[in-house]
């Protein structure tokens, strides 16, 4: 990621992280911003969850392995990341009205992963309101977490 395009990204998640510090209370943004700037590969994951429509923002900090949890607090399902088929299977299974792409394929390609992890958008307050759609939990990303949903940092 060039450097403007970081520094956009890192003033668009400040921005959501000061409006929301319900989500929070407890964490500094220097602190995750720190973070970050040494993490390219969550970088990548995060501009990819804000420009599909999503909002990424903090809302937790596990301190004993030094890992920030980001979740997609968008009010609903991201534009970006609507009208697919779960899994590769899925999608081949649809015999007609096929989307183009899968949600395990979308967060592969973001170079995350997916599993359940509804329990962290209700406790942060980031319930979708209109639309259908998965929580997910992150693969290991520069010895931490980056997800579909939320993005999980641990300090090196």
């Not at 959501?16 to 990548?44: C, Q, Y």
């Not at 804000?50 to 991201?78: I, L, N, R, W």
């Not at 394929?105 to 359940?116: K, L, N, R, T």
Request: hydrophobic letters at 30%.
């Amino acid at each position: 990621m060039k450097k403007q395009e970081q520094e956009e990204l890192l003033r668009t998640l400040e921005a959501r992280f000061t409006k929301n510090m319900h989500r929070h209370r407890e964490i500094a943004w220097s602190d995750v911003r720190a973070k970050l700037e040494g993490s390219p590969e969550a970088m990548r994951s995060l501009r990819e969850m804000d420009s599909t429509g999503g909002e990424p923002d903090v809302v937790a900090h596990d301190q004993k392995p030094g890992m920030y949890t980001f979740f997609d607090c968008c009010p609903e399902s991201p534009v970006g990341r609507r009208s697919v088929c779960y899994d590769r299977g899925a999608l081949e299974s649809r015999k007609e009205h096929k989307p183009e792409s899968s949600a395990v394929e979308m967060a592969a390609e973001m170079g995350i992963a997916m599993e359940p992890s509804s329990v962290i958008a209700v406790t942060a307050g980031c319930s979708c309101t209109t639309t259908a759609r998965s929580r997910t939990t992150p693969p290991e990303v520069f010895e931490g977490h980056v997800e579909f949903e939320h993005c999980t940092m641990q300090n090196e």
